[in-house]
């Protein structure tokens, strides 16, 4: 393929911001998956560390979730429960957000559209109330530290 052909597939991808703003998202959770999928809690090699717990040194609600995520990819949901209680819905959240980016990066391409509020207000609406639900813990745990 000549680099002016791969340039315009190039272009035609990323011409709209939803749509990168949507890729690049689809990059972040499929990153999340594939980190995962790579490391294994048995072994416990995980190269990122709780940046919490390495400055305060105590631990913090999100403590084991990448061993909980790599435990839910090999199917062993009680250790994902067991590393983190919240690590199956965390999970979930992402893998409904992967499937709204790819729906909206397909339904935005092949889509005739006449304005893009109509499918970034839903959108944006959707995301917004999914984390809500999905991340009430954390945002609870946040809340208290603050107020305390």
């Known amino acids: 393929m000549s680099k002016k052909r791969m340039s315009n597939k190039l272009n035609v991808l990323f011409k709209d911001p939803y749509r990168t703003i949507n890729i690049i998202f689809t990059g972040f959770i ?3 998956i594939l980190y995962s999928a790579v490391f294994s809690p048995e072994t416990n090699r ?3 560390h709780s940046a919490h ?5 105590s631990s913090s ?3 084991g979730l990448s061993r909980g995520f790599s435990s839910i990819l090999r199917l062993k949901f009680a250790d994902a ?3 983190n209680p919240f690590s199956l819905r965390i999970f979930i959240f992402f893998l409904l957000q992967l499937f709204l980016r790819l729906f909206f990066i397909f339904y935005c391409r092949k889509s005739i559209y006449s304005n893009i509020r109509y499918i970034v207000i839903p959108d944006s609406i959707i995301s917004g109330v999914l984390f809500l639900i999905f991340f009430e ?3 609870r ?3 208290s530290i603050i107020l305390d």
Do not use: A, D, K, Q
């Open 46 to 48: 995980y190269p990122i």
């Open 53 to 57: 717990e390495l400055f305060t040194g």
């Open 81 to 83: 429960y067991n590393y």
């Open 141 to 143: 745990e946040l809340f």
């Open 137 to 139: 813990p954390f945002w």
């Open 61 to 63: 609600i999100s403590i």
């Open 30 to 32: 499929l990153f999340i």
